[in-house]
């Protein structure tokens, strides 16, 4: 195998294989799942599921077409569907892995910092009055 065969195959396969490993990092590492569970618990797989249908329904417009996978033949929508569905479905893994494991990711506050009203000088260091 030359090296530009080497390097075709290579970016083929990441290219098929990104949105992945894109979903499988950020939810490893960027989602706090251990505040997420309660959400979804307390209702919030709804919407969740809801965008997964939709997410599925947009992707079936955008590229009609249907799949072939072993022989099998998927219409289209349905393998959208699938694909949203199980895409959905490793995200909530990578989330059981990481309570398992107890990773957390670190809090990032997007808040300033309080305001510093002391009105000393910076020379000095004495307080104004």
């Known amino acids: 195998m030359n090296t530009q065969t ?5 970016v083929a396969i ?3 294989w ?20 309660p959400v979804l618990a307390a209702g919030g797989g709804l919407p969740l599921t809801l965008i997964v249908f ?22 289209n929508g349905w393998w ?8 959905a479905g490793w995200g ?4 059981w892995v990481q309570g398992v494991y107890g990773w957390e990711p670190a809090t990032v506050s ?4 309080p305001a510093d009203h002391s009105h000393t000088t910076k020379v000095t260091g004495i307080k104004a009055d």
């Open 54 to 75: 939709m997410v599925a329904l947009v992707w079936s417009e955008i590229y009609p077409r249907p799949l072939t996978v072993a022989g099998v033949t998927l219409a």
């Open 18 to 37: 990104a949105p992945l490993i894109v979903l499988t990092v950020w939810c490893l590492f960027a989602v706090n799942w251990r505040k997420a569970w």
């Open 92 to 95: 909530l893994f990578c989330g």
């Open 80 to 87: 959208q569907l699938m694909a949203t569905g199980l895409y």
């Open 6 to 10: 080497w390097a075709a195959t290579t």
């Open 110 to 113: 997007l808040e300033p910092p």
């Open 14 to 16: 990441l290219k098929a």
